[in-house]
């Protein structure tokens, strides 16, 4: 049995899902033994990130080249495969996309 109202739901929820494309999930080492995993998402201008055990948002901040991400002492600079990742109290490290 047709349900006109059911189809119209259903169009709805196919027009509003977003494509897997529009998002990227990196697996990062860093030199000092930290892993991490970065959150992208088109449009968005907020990386989110795994760090040692808590989750982050870092908005994007104003970068010479690659994409740089701040908030609270922690910075993390993208730059093709390698990002450096700053934390407070620590030593800057460079990470290694997997």
Same mark, same amino acid.
């Given at each position: 049995?047709?349900?006109?109202?059911?189809?119209i739901?259903?169009?709805?929820?196919?027009l509003?899902? #977003?494509?897997?494309?529009?998002?990227?999930?990196?697996?990062?080492?860093?030199?000092?033994?930290?892993?991490? #995993? @970065?959150?992208?998402?088109?449009g968005?201008?907020t990386?989110?990130?795994?760090l040692?055990?808590?989750?982050? @948002?870092?908005?994007?901040?104003?970068?010479?080249?690659?994409?740089?991400?701040?908030?609270?002492?922690?910075s993390?600079?993208?730059?093709?495969?390698?990002?450096?990742?700053?934390?407070?109290?620590?030593k800057?490290?460079?990470?290694r @996309?997997?």
């Amino acid at each position: 049995m047709f349900r006109p109202g059911l189809a119209i739901v259903l169009s709805c929820a196919v027009l509003t899902a #977003t494509p897997a494309s529009a998002q990227k999930f990196v697996n990062y080492v860093c030199d000092d033994g930290t892993p991490l #995993t @970065a959150a992208f998402f088109q449009g968005d201008r907020t990386m989110r990130m795994q760090l040692s055990g808590k989750a982050l @948002a870092l908005p994007q901040r104003l970068a010479a080249s690659g994409a740089r991400y701040a908030k609270g002492g922690v910075s993390f600079w993208v730059k093709g495969q390698e990002a450096t990742l700053k934390q407070p109290k620590r030593k800057a490290t460079i990470c290694r @996309a997997q």
